[in-house]
């Protein structure tokens, strides 16, 4: 648990950029190809917000580390966003290999000696 010694306004960084880019990703559907404006225009902010965020976080939190978390996260909000929001189903399969991106996290968050300081 090392990388509990970062400071909690990294990690609120870090949430703020994954739910940016949670919002974004999902705005990608109802902008039905870059058609429509205001998802559109969500989608830009929603972007940029994100990678703002993630850079800042970056300054204290290494980048492995970082994207391992905002990618995990994003891709198991996303999926959960489009079952609730978009009725699209998540089958046995999808649901395994979500909760394996989540164990890769952790894993690589609690017992990686790899990542670098």
Do not use: C
């Not at 970056?58 to 009725?87: F, H, T």
């Not at 998540?90 to 790899?114: E, Q, T």
């Amino acid at each position: 648990m090392r990388y509990w010694r970062f400071t909690v306004k990294s990690w609120l960084f870090l949430g703020v950029a994954i739910v940016a880019e949670v919002v974004a990703t999902s705005g990608l559907k109802a902008s039905e190809g870059f058609t429509k404006l205001w998802p559109s225009l969500l989608v830009i902010a929603g972007y940029a917000v994100a990678f703002y965020f993630l850079s800042i976080t970056l300054k204290e939190i290494p980048v492995g580390v970082a994207y391992a978390i905002w990618a995990g996260m994003g891709l198991v909000l996303v999926a959960l966003i489009g079952w609730l929001i978009y009725g699209q189903t998540l089958d046995a399969a999808s649901v395994i290999g979500m909760a394996l991106i989540i164990s890769g996290v952790v894993v690589i968050n609690v017992f990686s000696k790899s990542v670098a300081h």
